[in-house]
Every structure is written in C-alpha cells, then in structure tokens.
C-alpha cells in the first residue's frame, strides 16, 4: 500500500472523505489553495497539498496531526475487515510526487 490517498470524487471513498473531514492530510502554505483547485476533481480539499503518485494526485497524511494516528488505525481496521491480512508493506512511505515541484506553483 503507498501513503498517498488518492484524490478522486467519490462519496464511498470513506479513506479519503474521513481524512479531509478531520484534516489529517499534510496542508499548503497557501491561504488561498481552495480557491485554485480547478486542476482537481475534489473541490473541497480543506487546504490540503497534493501531490501527485500512482493513482494521480494524492494527498498525505500529517503524521504531526494528533488525529492522524488514529485515522490510519481506523482505515487499516476497515481494510483488514476486508481482506484479513496479516502484515502490510508500505510502499513508497516517503512523501513520493511524480511533479517536478508542487502540483500547483503557487504553493
């Protein structure tokens, strides 16, 4: 599994709408980011940085935010729900980003 949630509009991707709604992801310098996600499908990303991996663009967990742990406990909870493993490898868990840069020059 890789770090990075993909950044997709989509109501049952409870991963990535739980992760927003508790602002968990790593979040841009920029005070005006919300406003200049035209190149995004999600329109409201809480201020966070993305970057782009894998799936497209993706966001990241703030390993700092006191919810943040809690967040990834839940989620790996829900997945082992769904297929009983019994270790993970987390692939690429540095902050990888496919952009040269930021996604978005102006963060």
Not at 68 to 74: N, V
Not at 86 to 101: H, S, Y
């Amino acid at each position: 599994m890789d770090a990075g949630l993909a950044l997709v509009p989509d109501e049952k991707y409870t991963s990535l709408n739980e992760g927003l709604k508790d602002g968990v992801f790593i979040k841009s310098g920029n005070p005006d980011r919300n406003k200049m996600d035209e190149t995004c499908p999600i329109k409201n990303l809480n201020g966070t940085l993305y970057g782009r991996v894998w799936p497209g663009y993706a966001g990241f967990p703030d390993w700092a935010h006191p919810k943040a742990e809690q967040y990834w406990i839940d989620e790996l909870t829900k997945f082992h729900d769904v297929i009983e493993y019994d270790g993970l490898w987390i692939d690429m868990n540095e902050i990888a980003n496919f952009c040269t840069g930021p996604c978005i020059p102006e963060d």
